[in-house]
């Protein structure tokens, strides 16, 4: 008698999922399959190892000869998996927090090494990856109901504690302003609107434990680069040393722009070096 109960909940459960279907069908966001929440196809770009992407954004462009902060995605904001990443962040398919937690842990774990390496005595830290996730405004929040960054940062950790690494989400930014999408905005809208980032109050209280840390900064899509650029700029104004970041997915990069997975040597000032010869010992180049 005891396995009943269960059995009939589950019997019920699939009553009200069929229901469900009938009143709000389900499909999937990148092709439209029906009576599914995602397909395989759609989701199959994130299944790759992570690959450098700071190329195609023209905001992590320095000017002055130093490389641009190391950025890693899985996969170009392009196709089916655009409309994924759309749905899940704008029309409310947080049921597609599943699989897209699942590649973004995959991928904490590939960047492990390199990132607990950059990240240690060794190289003067206190061993611990602090994950930041962009910061969303107000207004975002409320209209979201959450903040899905988060939920990516948070897999993000996972994974690389799964791989022996220290870490840990970081909510240590936040943004002044109202809440605009970036869609459709040029490059300097984009960037006069994110000069809003700053560092939050706990970071401006934490001084002995900023000269030891390394952060991670991690966002849902990279376009010009203006958000990932923003939250370095003010990690480092705090004193935080910013090793990389990590995007789910990157807008491919113009013609004549060097590859998304070429290697990019060197660093930003006010960061620890993260470059080609660090990410080929780890398996990743």
Do not use: I
């Not at 459960?13 to 069929?18: G, K, P, Q």
């Not at 130093?66 to 029309?91: H, M």
């Not at 459709?184 to 401006?204: H, M, N, Y």
């Not at 590859?259 to 990410?279: F, N």
């Amino acid at each position: 008698m005891r396995g009943a109960r269960p059995a009939a909940w589950a019997v019920v459960e699939r009553a009200v999922r069929d229901v469900a279907r009938l009143v709000v069908p389900v499909s999937c966001p990148g092709c439209d399959l029906p009576d599914v929440a995602w397909c395989d196809p759609c989701l199959a770009p994130l299944g790759g190892p992570p690959r450098r992407a700071e190329d195609g954004a023209p905001r992590l462009d320095r000017l002055d000869g130093l490389a641009p902060l190391p950025v890693w995605t899985l996969a170009s904001y392009a196709g089916p998996l655009r409309e994924v990443v759309v749905a899940w962040k704008d029309r409310g398919r947080a049921d597609l927090d599943r699989p897209l937690r699942a590649a973004v842990r995959a991928a904490g774990r590939e960047l492990a090494p390199l990132l607990r390496a950059a990240a240690g005595p060794a190289a003067g830290r206190d061993g611990e990856v602090r994950v930041v996730p962009a910061p969303s405004s107000l207004g975002a929040r409320r209209a979201r109901g959450r903040e899905p960054v988060v939920v990516l940062a948070d897999a993000f950790v996972d994974g690389l504690r799964s791989a022996g690494c220290r870490a840990r989400t970081a909510r240590v930014l936040v943004r002044d302003g109202p809440a605009r999408d970036q869609v459709g905005q040029g490059s300097r809208g984009r960037g006069t609107r994110l000069t809003a980032v700053r560092p939050g109050r706990r970071v401006r209280a934490e001084p002995r434990v900023r000269e030891r840390a390394a952060c991670v900064v991690v966002d849902d899509v990279l376009t010009t680069g203006a958000t990932v650029a923003a939250c370095e700029r003010a990690l480092n104004g705090a004193g935080l040393a910013v090793l990389g970041a990590f995007v789910l997915v990157a807008t491919p990069p113009p013609r004549g722009v060097r590859g998304q997975d070429e290697l990019v040597a060197g660093g930003p000032v006010g960061s620890p070096v993260v470059g080609a010869a660090d990410t080929r010992g780890s398996g990743l180049g």
